[in-house]
């Protein structure tokens, strides 16, 4: 009795606590899916909704910074959308480990190669957001950032803001 018991219990408890861990993973019906792929040392975005636009994301050198710029978390090419919309990202790697970290939007994903990761999030606020490989992928790791600049989705829709 003094361990069955607690078995039962906790198997009780457990069972209801999967099933609100899966359907949280789940993802139903997103507005946008931005596929992005893990290089060393940049990161590739394809927006699938639209006709398979990919583009490149590199750090922005130090010359090229203008003021206000961050240093070490810039990019030429953000990936631009929109807010108070459901997205999914599609995340994966070519190489080696990666890990797609936007931290002040709760996201952390693994990039594996071989392996299609998804992640959701739907951003109440418009502004720039920054992140970073938080993964140890290599001696320079640290210099694959990722911004994501959400706009008002009238303005998403007015037409093309993607800076190529």
Partial sequence: IWTILPAIILILIALPSLRILYLTDEINDPSFTIKSIGHQWYWTYEYTDYGGLIFNSYMLPPLFLEPG??????VDNRVVLPVEAPVRMM??????LHSW???????????IPGRLNQT???????????????EICGANHSFMPIVLELIPLKIFEMGPVFTL
């Fill in 101 to 111: 970290t936007v931290p002040s939007l709760g996201l952390k994903t693994d990039a």
């Fill in 91 to 96: 995340i994966t790697s070519q190489d080696v």
């Fill in 69 to 74: 710029d961050l240093r070490l978390l810039d």
């Fill in 120 to 134: 959701t999030f739907t951003a109440t606020r418009p502004g720039v957001y920054y992140g970073q490989c938080s």
